[in-house]
């Protein structure tokens, strides 16, 4: 999952009712925050690696995906969340956590089998729905449009941010078709090489780049949008 993620960003119990919880830029931070740290540990060296499976790649991620370890991630996000924003109560907490926990369960249906229950488990899990590369793309950029259309119906602004937000959707589709969609054609034909891509220390940075251009670009629209009711 890569852009699909963003679709339960926009999930707060006061969206569209008020003055939101949570901010829509701390949201999308929230639902990428195991990729984070996937891309941290990518730089230092100690996740990453790549392993091909009868021609499908499967990711050695057993700190950043693990069942056991994106349960803490989340309750982690949670605190982090508490302290940035004091006043948010239990119900602020309980929300970060619910979007960092989505980022594993959305996984859980696109991945390959490569995640583990904990660190060293034996057992990994993966629906493997990006092995039907095009149904996997109806669905990332169906959730990520009901989340736009949701967010744009919640919140009034000016024509600026309509425009910024359909500039923002559109790349985010096509980071969606470079990243995840043309890899899964190449898995499907027998001619992905995982070694093509970006590896390493240019990984990790490329993912904390995006993540961050993502939330920055969001955040610039959000100030330009209030809430209906």
Request: charged share 10%; proline share 6%; hydrophobic share 50%.
């Amino acid at each position: 999952m890569f852009m699909g993620h963003y679709g339960p960003a926009v999930w707060d119990t006061q969206r569209g009712k008020g003055t939101p919880l949570v901010p829509l830029w701390v949201g999308f931070l929230a639902v990428q925050f195991i990729d984070v740290v996937f891309a941290i540990l990518v730089i230092l060296g100690l996740e990453g690696e790549t392993r091909m499976v009868e021609g499908a790649p499967l990711f050695t991620i057993p700190y950043s995906h693990s069942f056991l370890t994106s349960l803490g991630w989340a309750a982690l996000g949670g605190v982090l969340f508490k302290l940035y924003r004091q006043k948010s109560g239990a119900k602020g907490f309980w929300v970060i956590f619910g979007l960092v926990f989505s980022h594993w369960v959305l996984d859980l249906i696109v991945h390959r089998p490569d995640l583990p229950l904990w660190p060293g488990s034996s057992t990994e899990l993966g629906f493997s729905l990006w092995n039907a590369p095009l149904i996997a793309f109806a669905m990332e950029i169906g959730l990520l449009t009901a989340a736009f259309i949701f967010w744009m119906r919640a919140t009034t602004g000016s024509r600026k941010t309509e425009v910024g937000l359909g500039l923002l959707f559109a790349f985010m589709v096509l980071l969606q078709i470079i990243f995840v969609l043309i890899p899964g054609f190449e898995v499907q034909a027998g001619t992905f090489d995982p070694k093509t891509g970006p590896q390493g220390v240019t990984l990790g940075v490329l993912m904390l780049t995006t993540y961050t251009i993502l939330c920055t670009a969001v955040a610039w629209i959000e100030r330009g949008r209030t809430p209906k009711l």
